[in-house]
Nanobody, 124 residues
Framework: VQLQASGGGLVQAGASLRLSCAASGGTFSRYVMGWFRQAPGKEREFVAGISQSGGSTLYKDSVKGRFTISRDNAKNTVYLQMNSLKPEDTAIYYC??????????????????WGQGTLVTVSS
């Protein structure tokens, strides 16, 4: 499956952005989807994940209450709505797909396919 992330940009602290990740070449509804991010000089980290049906979600503690992951299986797209952005949210954001059913993994090793990343820069 191919993943194409978009929606990043430069915003001020407190602003909102919505990232999108469009999938093609596979059966999107079979995949757990995750969003990860990587800041300069840091390892890639889990941000949010969503089950195949969308009924279960999981978030990194520091984004709970500010970020919302959702998916539209009819459009083969997963979203990350980011509100109240902070400078520490600055990173390249990646979407990823995992074929394992029923588990939202929080490590990069658990995901089979990756998008190219979209840059989010939050100024103070």
């Amino acid at each position: 499956v191919q993943l194409q992330a978009s929606g990043g940009g430069l915003v001020q602290a407190g602003a909102s952005l919505r990232l999108s990740c469009a999938a093609s070449g596979g059966t999107f509804s079979r995949y757990v989807m995750g969003w990860f991010r990587q800041a300069p000089g840091k390892e890639r980290e889990f941000v949010a994940g969503i089950s195949q049906s969308g009924g279960s979600t999981l978030y990194k503690d520091s984004v709970k209450g500010r970020f919302t992951i959702s998916r539209d299986n009819a459009k083969n797209t997963v979203y990350l709505q980011m509100n109240s952005l902070k400078p520490e949210d600055t990173a390249i954001y990646y979407c990823a797909a995992d074929r394992t059913f029923g588990v939202i993994r929080t490590t990069t090793r658990g995901y089979d396919y990756w998008g190219q990343g979209t840059l989010v820069t939050v100024s103070s």
